[in-house]
């Protein structure tokens, strides 16, 4: 940290001897709240120069500087990782909506070839999407490997440094389940693959929101803490229930080819639908005549709660939007971007009937899993920001330095 020599004087002019501070032996550590700091060497100029203590706050102010640095480009590679990780989810939707996740029965080989040197001239059907996405796949591995290393060799915070290593887990985690839904050929694990795959996105989310400038502000918002708790704890439900309906969602894509009901919003005809025995072997009967799968209960239901749980969500999302503008009406940030996550379920919705209508296009049902992942992306932001609002109104984060309080700078988050 750089100051003027007027500033310098100026500074030694306020820290001459003075009954009511304390006076430090030349070569001393100076103690700061949490305990001793080694940068803080105070110079043995002598055994009461005001120097030697103006000596050590500007070093210590500087280290504190430094600890609380930002990486613009770190920063804009874990956004860059987030958005190469939706197209990812994409190009997942779409081998799932045209239901070509065998087009390349091997792996990690294609076709006997290494993933990387396999013939373009063979990018053909339902083969191009299929090793389009393994390919997208190692691509976001790279990343991810990237963008855990920069994190581990310049974040001071440990817990940012962690959640980059979590990533490099889950990353990895996702290229076996896609290896094992090849080889075992099992439904299951597609489901799981489908529901980590999102859930992966939410932490690169929450990795590239932490590293920013304005995360850093957060803590000094001056919102009530009492009044603003429900919000946050609002905010973390809509979210965890938007997770519970891409599962949903997943379990219904990868569970069974065709729609369960075939009619929005009505079911089979009716808004309640009939899943008796006699009801299903009607419903069965009319689409074995139309070359359709059978359905049971369970999948109708399924499609059912997937419904309810869409009008709930989109219920408390207005909700939260309502109360961000009357419990933090100068939160700018935080109030657009509640009307963006309105508008998102909104668009959401539709999506999901036009999927119905469509009978499940491939394009349209892509499209309806990318939203979901943005759907739950804004809820994971949105999530992070009240918790952080509300824990630095708890820790109550001074707003002067400490250099010239003798305080301890808070610990960075």
């Not at 030697?52 to 804009?76: G, M, Q």
Request: charged share 15%; aromatic share 10%; glycine share 6%.
């Amino acid at each position: 940290m750089r100051l003027r020599h007027r500033q310098v004087r100026s500074s030694l002019k306020t820290n001459r001897l003075h009954p009511s501070r304390p006076q430090v032996p030349a070569g001393s550590l100076l103690f700061c709240g949490g305990g001793l700091r080694p940068a803080a060497v105070v110079a043995p100029f002598s055994y009461r120069a005001p120097l030697s203590i103006t000596v050590a706050e500007l070093i210590w102010n500087s280290t504190a500087v430094r600890d609380h640095r930002y990486n613009k480009w770190l920063n804009r590679f874990a956004w860059l990782t987030c958005v190469a990780t939706l197209f990812l989810i994409c190009s997942g939707g779409m081998v799932t909506s045209k239901n070509v996740g065998l087009a390349v029965p091997d792996w990690p080989t294609t076709f006997g070839y290494n993933m990387f040197l396999f013939p373009v001239s063979k990018w053909v059907g339902g083969i191009l999407f299929e090793h389009t996405h393994r390919l997208m796949g190692s691509l976001v591995g790279f990343l991810t490997i990237i963008l855990a290393m920069w994190l581990w060799l310049s974040e001071d915070r440990r817990w940012v440094r962690n959640l980059g290593v979590i990533a490099l887990a889950g990353v990895i985690l996702q290229g076996i389940l896609g290896g094992l839904r090849v080889t075992m050929m099992k439904d299951e694990i597609g489901v799981f693959h489908a529901c980590v795959a999102q859930a992966f996105l939410g932490l690169l989310v929450v990795i590239a929101l932490v590293t920013t400038k304005f995360w850093r502000a957060l803590e000094n918002q001056p919102l009530d803490t009492q009044d603003f708790t429900p919000t946050k704890t609002l905010a973390i439900a809509i979210t965890i229930a938007i997770y519970v309906q891409l599962a949903l969602g997943a379990t219904m894509r990868h569970q069974h080819r065709d729609l369960a009901i075939l009619d929005f919003p009505t079911a089979n005809g009716a808004w309640i639908p009939d899943t008796s025995a006699t009801a299903l072997a009607k419903i069965n009967a009319w689409r074995d005549a139309r070359s359709l799968s059978d359905v049971t209960a369970l999948q109708i239901w399924l499609q059912m709660a997937h419904r309810f749980l869409a009008f709930i969500i989109a219920i408390a999302v207005i909700a939260f939007c309502l109360r961000v503008r009357r419990d933090a009406p100068r939160f700018v940030a935080l109030k657009r971007l509640s009307i963006f996550w309105v508008a998102v379920i909104a668009c959401q919705i539709a999506l999901g009937a036009s999927t119905i209508w469509s009978n499940k296009a491939a394009d349209v049902a892509t499209a309806h899993v990318a939203l979901g992942a943005v759907m739950l992306s804004f809820g994971v932001s949105i999530s992070a920001i009240c918790w952080r609002v509300v824990a630095g109104s708890r820790h109550g984060a001074p707003n002067v330095s400490p250099a010239r309080t003798g305080r301890a700078l808070p610990k960075p988050a």
